[in-house]
T-cell receptor
């Protein structure tokens, strides 16, 4: 089974802090994604990556950056955390190739910015 | 704009059948996914449809009508463990997933 592991289930940080969310997958997937999930809204894509050192902006990249130095690891960085970034963050990975490849998700990090 | 609509919440009885609808408007279309998400857990893949028709997978079936921009997820013989949110997502012409807000399904004994 695919395993996508996010470093923290719960995280509390202060406004202005630099925050790192880590995600590791163990199935050698090429694609990795970062989403945020808020009540009443669908998953919103922040950034994604199709390969090591490659990154593409999603729908809501402002205030975030990402890093993919190794194939298995995709990090999300909040450069200067703000209260409107309080949310559930979900990491996902998928295999390249046929577009019917499902995304496999981690359990999420519930981030609170105070 | 691109949009996915699904009901916010539904209630059904254990042992019954429930149909969760999803309508989509996307720039191009390359298929539709259904995921299940239990509270506090990761979404997990249920089904993928790209051709019109019904695909059955055990107690769960998924239907697609491309001409109507419509899909549904059919759950039979409902069990308490089926209480979860069900997420609909359409793949657009750029192969990006457009997600619905999810339908929270409550199963009552």
């Amino acid at each position: 089974d695919v395993k996508v592991t996010q470093s923290s289930r719960y995280l509390v940080k202060r406004t202005g802090e630099k925050v790192f969310l880590e995600c590791v997958q163990d199935m050698d997937h090429e694609n990795m994604f970062w989403y945020r999930q808020d009540p009443g809204l669908g998953l919103r894509l922040i950034y994604f990556s199709y390969d090591v050192k490659m990154k593409e902006k999603g729908d809501i990249p402002e205030g975030y950056s990402v890093s993919r130095e190794k194939k298995e690891r995709f990090s999300l960085i909040l450069e200067s955390a703000s209260t409107n970034q309080t949310s559930m963050y979900l990491c996902a990975s998928s295999r390249q190739g046929n577009y019917n490849q499902p995304q496999h998700f981690g359990d999420g990090t519930r981030l609170s910015i105070l | 704009g691109q949009n996915i609509d699904q009901p916010t919440e539904m209630t059904a009885t254990e042992g019954a059948i429930v149909q969760i609808n999803c309508t989509y408007q996307t720039s191009g279309f390359n298929g539709l996914f259904w995921y299940q998400q239990h509270a506090g857990e990761a979404p997990t893949f249920l089904s993928y449809n790209v051709l019109d028709g019904l695909e059955e997978k055990g107690r769960f079936s998924s239907f697609l009508s491309r001409s109507k921009g419509y899909s549904y997820l059919l759950l039979k013989e409902l069990q308490m463990k089926d209480s979860a949110s069900y997420l609909c997502a359409a793949l657009d012409s750029n192969y990006q997933l457009i997600w619905g807000a999810g339908t929270k399904l409550i199963i009552k004994p």
